[in-house]
């Protein structure tokens, strides 16, 4: 049995009856629900209709239609209600419409469902859905949304200035923005995002002009801050979730950007005046504002290192003016305290703006670099004709002869802060000589009664070096290193020499005598001198000379008395007095055992020491603070004209004194001597570790890598590096290129 034909007609209008009570259920009207049963009637229809043979297949019709049943619906009854309505309730209307539209694009698409199957897959169509609500959009978004758009902007700014707005409804208009694209949007951001991107960006821009004359930099940043966190609620309320970048760059590009320049350089209150004042949280604040614009802390950083290099050089202005004012009380005297006093500012310094950089700046790399570039400024400049290094090997020597046992964990703390501030120094080989120095005294010349415990200080001593070798490398330490181990082995080779004395048939000495033996690679070079020691001493050293020469056959013995220590008795009138004094000083002092006067020229004669160092000797027993000899004339100081007595009236308040010899003048400037010495033979080093490498180099390029390896250890003057590289050619180790004169050969 043949299948009825439906014809065109017939078939929609029986659609046209179902699609009816579809309006009026979407309109409100009362009419109930669809049933299955008039489901399955108006899909069978469709059906039927698209699979009926040619000419009665009415599938493109029905498509068309399909289409067509929308716009009728647009343009008879939801354009009508959206034109008549403004701001809410437009925008009311508008999310109700297209609610109702994407329900109706649900039912209709069940109905046409066959089309779908087919007919649309067949023909490269648009699927049903997305043809309903194209509908929507080309006859209803197209009109409406320059209103919809001005009515949410007209609601996000009464919202900005205080105002309680339907949040969910904004959202939904939002939402239709967005759906309308259909997975794309270009409709969202052209039509609605850019818009109200832009009148934010005028919105702040207004503000900001009022708030930076208005308030200060920190009540400014607060409102900034403030601003930033509501725009992005309000992303997360009722914006697209893409809006938030676009929104908050532009948002800070008004307020912290524009305005940027003036706020950091606000008269009173700006970023300066937060450094100066310690306002930790408003300077926390300023990091978390500009930290994530392009750049926008580099001028935070200038100013942070600005600041810091201030402070830092007025520290040395006062270092200067103190060591001055201590030198004209003195009537000489070098850097001293004042010296130590910078050193420990210094540290206290680095220690409160590195506690900025951790909190306020958050670790930032730029800040960190900020800091480094500061101190190198002021930590690179001498205090009263004393450099920098000197004065920090100083004050590090200061640290390790005050320390005692129970302060241990301090110590090692300053230490840590030492070796920190360390790295902004260029002359860390000066420093490093200096400290040799230092350790040396402090190893050789340290009284026995504040030496008792010997192990504590080398432990200590090795945890400086530790820390020095981890900041600067094993070469920096290697000879400090190899000075603390040969104490070590001083003390053991000691402890067999006593029992060397015990044994029967040794010769025994009158004093209690003990020697400490050196490896000269790893010392400062000391000047010798030959000495006319007293026959007790010279006993003594025999013994030890035969000793050393049955335990050591194949090395060396070189005695060096001005490193050399001694305890003298003196029996003086009111009390006898155990004094520490020096070799030499011990040397000077017994003459007077068998002289009761001595002249200068008599002291020199019978010491057989240079004329400064019998002066210096004499200065400290006889112009210092401890009296031992009598001078006449009695002047404050000496010449070869001077005679010289026991004072046997002496007395001191303590039974126990350390009589100490005034500085060397020429003490330090050799050790700067030393260093320019070797820094020469560094520079050569390196240049032809670099040309050995890379056989060919220009001038510039050499030039450059010498400084790259050199910079851990010191800074070398270009100049210097120039006459360094034409001596090695003088030496034929390298060779101009003949035809480019600027360019260089490795002589192999």
Known sequence: MERKIILLDEGWGHMQMGITKLKRILEGLPEPQFSSQEYMNLYTVIYNMCVQKPPHDYSEKLYNNYGDAFVEYIESTVLPSLREKHDEFMMRELVRRWSN?????????????YLDRYYVCRNSKDPLKDAGLQRFKDHVYNEMNAKARDSLIALILREREGEQIDR????????????VGMGEMVNYEEEFEKHMVDDTGDYYSRKASIWIVEDSCPEYMMKAEEALRKEKERVSHYLHSGSEQKLLERVQQELL?????????????????????DRVDDLSRMFRLYHKISQGLDPVAAMFKKHVTNEGTALVQQAEEATAAASGNKQGGGAGEPGLVFISKIL???DKYMGYVLSCFQNHSLFHKALKEAFEVFCNKSVAGYSSAELLATFCDSILKQMGASDQEAVEETLDKIVTVLAYF???????EFCRKKLSRRLLMTPDDKNKNRADQLDNERMLLTKLKQQCGGQFTSKMEGMVTDITISRESEKNFKDYLGKDGTPKLELDFSVTVLTTGNWPSYKTSDLHLPEEMVKCIEVYKEYYDREKKHRKLSWIYSLGTCHVRGNFEPKPIEMHM????????????????????????????????VHRTLHSFSCAKYKILLKEPNTKTISPSDTFMFNSKFTDRNRKIRIPLPPLQDERKKVTEDVDKERKYTIDAALVRIMKSRKILGHQQLVTECLEQLQRTFKPDIKTIKRRIEDLITRDYLERDPENPNTFKYVA
């Open 101 to 113: 539209h994407k329900l109706m694009v649900r039912w209709l698409t069940r109905f046409f469902q």
């Open 168 to 179: 969910a409804l904004m959202k939904n208009v939002v939402d239709v923005f967005v759906e």
């Open 257 to 277: 950007v524009v305005q940027g320049p003036q706020l950091l350089d606000k008269e009173g209150s700006g970023c300066r005046t937060l450094l100066r004042d």
């Open 348 to 350: 206290e310094l680095h």
């Open 426 to 432: 260029s002359d860390k080989d000066l420093f490093a």
């Open 582 to 613: 020096s070799t030499y000083q011990a040397a000077l002092l017994l003459l007077f055992n068998t002289s009761e006067k001595l002249s200068f020229s008599e002291i020199l004669t019978q010491l057989n020491l240079t004329k400064d160092d």
